[in-house]
T-cell receptor, first 112, second 115 residues
Framework: QKEVEQNSGPLSVPEGAIASLNCTYS??????FFWYRQYSGKSPELIMS????GDKEDGRFTAQLNKASQYVSLLIRDSQPSDSATYLC????????????FGQGTELSVKP | KAGVTQTPRYLIKTRGQQVTLSCSPI?????VSWYQQTPGQGLQFLFE???????NKGNFPGRFSGRQFSNSRSEMNVSTLELGDSALYLC??????????????FGNGTRLTVT
């Protein structure tokens, strides 16, 4: 099993809908997780971080962490065409001195 | 506050050559991490430097090396370039060492093409 796994997509949603992006992680990954957004040709930018079980909301974005099931998700409400990008999930592997490992990314396309 | 600055933005090299990439972190950030990004492999961790010491290393051959200076600026070197080294190389800085709750902030990357 890969340490951090994401469906590569593409995920296509209509404008105004809720986009749901999911990520699962292995036992080697810690409980600190980050969601990054990467537009084509650009570098990743941090959207949200989540460290404890449950939900964390920031504007149209909600991150969810479920430690028992080892998954973390990102919900984007009222999706806009400008949200079209690749979303990267990342978690920390502590027992190797602490390194941030990224999933393959999920490509999101929001159709007007 | 200025972001992470990487130079150069683009590089074209031939096989067998070596290359040095530079990264200036956000002011006050002491940790610098390097990643390689390719379409097939995604973002792969290369190494992390903190207080001028390599703290962690990914699964890359010894041709990939780096260093960090006292002002936290970092350089990455790739020797004996191979075609497969063509990639986007991203530098990221954080306030503390990776593993804490301090997220990484990425630079714009250096696009390396090996011919």
């Amino acid at each position: 099993q890969k340490e951090v796994e994401q469906n590569s997509g593409p995920l296509s949603v209509p404008e105004g809908a809720i986009a749901s992006l999911n990520c699962t992680y292995s036992d080697r990954v810690s409980q600190s997780f980050f969601w990054y957004r990467q537009y084509s040709g650009k570098s990743p930018e941090l959207i949200m971080s989540i460290y404890s079980n449950g939900d964390k909301e920031d504007g149209r974005f909600t991150a969810q962490l479920n430690k028992a099931s080892q998954y973390v998700s990102l919900l984007i409400r009222d999706s806009q065409p400008s949200d079209s990008a690749t979303y990267l999930c990342a978690g920390v592997i502590y027992n190797q001195g602490g390194k941030l490992i990224f999933g393959q990314g999920t490509e999101l396309s929001v159709k007007p | 506050k200025a972001g992470v600055t990487q130079t150069p933005r683009y590089l074209i090299k031939t096989r067998g050559q070596q290359v040095t990439l530079s990264c200036s972190p956000i002011s006050g950030h002491r940790s610098v991490s390097w990643y390689q990004q390719t379409p097939g492999q995604g973002l792969q961790f290369l190494f992390e430097y903190f207080s001028e010491t390599q703290r962690n290393k990914g699964n890359f051959p010894g041709r990939f090396s780096g260093r960090q200076f006292s002002n936290s600026r970092s350089e990455m070197n790739v020797s004996t370039l191979e075609l497969g080294d063509s990639a986007l190389y991203l530098c990221a800085s954080s306030l503390t060492r990776t593993g804490g709750n301090s997220p990484l902030h990425f630079g714009n990357g250096t696009r390396l093409t090996v011919t």
